[in-house]
């Protein structure tokens, strides 16, 4: 099972370059996100959907845009690459995160973004 | 303040040995709590789901005091497999699948 896909694993860009990072799960979940890890802190949100055609803003979402054309696929762009986009992203889906509802997020493997 | 505080470690721990760290968590809407497993350079798996009335998986125990806002897990008769980072994990009420992440807790499990 393939589960959440991410792509790429390694990336390296120079500031002011913009990117895409590619996120796919095929579970049918409806519920996809973006996370940036850096040392010392925990996961922070960037962006997440509810499902295809519908998304929001998470905790840390500037410089960052995200689309939801279909259930399987959540993009990350980044529009113009600073220094402090340096990080490990996450991209996670669930079943249903609903108000009530819990399931377990599954992550993909993680891209490690290095901006010069 | 951090919604999610965890002692970083790294615990360092003899194969065989118990183990048990705490998180606490700032907002009492919190409604409910996780333990995920992140090995190095890889990605968070869920390990268990905390509940009210506290709850074990094998070796490992959860459990929650919202009174004093903290969750607790307890590892039993460690294994060298058992180390990693122990990410705690919180969503508040209402909250669309939000989830607040602790910066995690580094166990070192020792021949």
């Known amino acids: 099972n393939a589960g959440v896909t991410q792509t790429p694993k390694f990336q390296v860009l120079k500031t002011g370059q913009s990117m895409t990072l590619q996120c796919a799960q095929d579970?049918?979940?409806?519920?996809m996100s973006w996370y940036r890890q850096d040392p010392g802190m925990g996961l922070r949100l960037i962006h997440y959907s509810v499902g295809a055609g519908i998304t929001d803003q998470g905790e840390v979402p500037n410089g960052y845009n995200v689309s939801r054309s279909t259930t399987e696929d959540f993009p990350l762009r980044l529009l113009s690459a600073a220094p402090s986009q340096t990080s490990v992203y996450f991209c996670?889906?669930?079943?249903?995160?609903?108000?009530?509802?819990?399931?377990?997020?599954?992550f993909g493997q993680g891209t490690r973004l290095t901006v010069v | 303040r951090k919604e999610v505080e965890q002692d970083p470690g790294p615990f360092n721990v003899p194969e065989g040995a118990t183990v048990a760290f705490n998180c606490t968590y700032s907002?009492?809407?919190?409604?409910?709590f996780f333990w995920y497993r992140q090995d190095c350079r890889k990605e968070p798996k869920l390990l268990m789901s905390?509940?009210?009335s506290g709850n074990e998986d094998g070796r490992f125990t959860a459990q929650l005091n919202r009174a004093s806002q903290y969750i607790s897990l307890l590892i039993r008769d460690s294994k060298l497999s058992d180390s990693a980072t122990y990410l705690c994990v919180v969503k508040l009420t209402d909250s669309w699948g939000k989830l607040q992440f602790g910066a995690g807790t580094q166990v070192v499990v020792t021949p």
């Open positions: 905390v509940y009210s």
């Open positions: 996670a889906s669930s079943y249903s995160s609903g108000p009530l509802v819990d399931t377990e997020a599954f």
């Open positions: 907002n009492s809407a919190s409604q409910s």
């Open positions: 579970m049918n979940h409806e519920y």
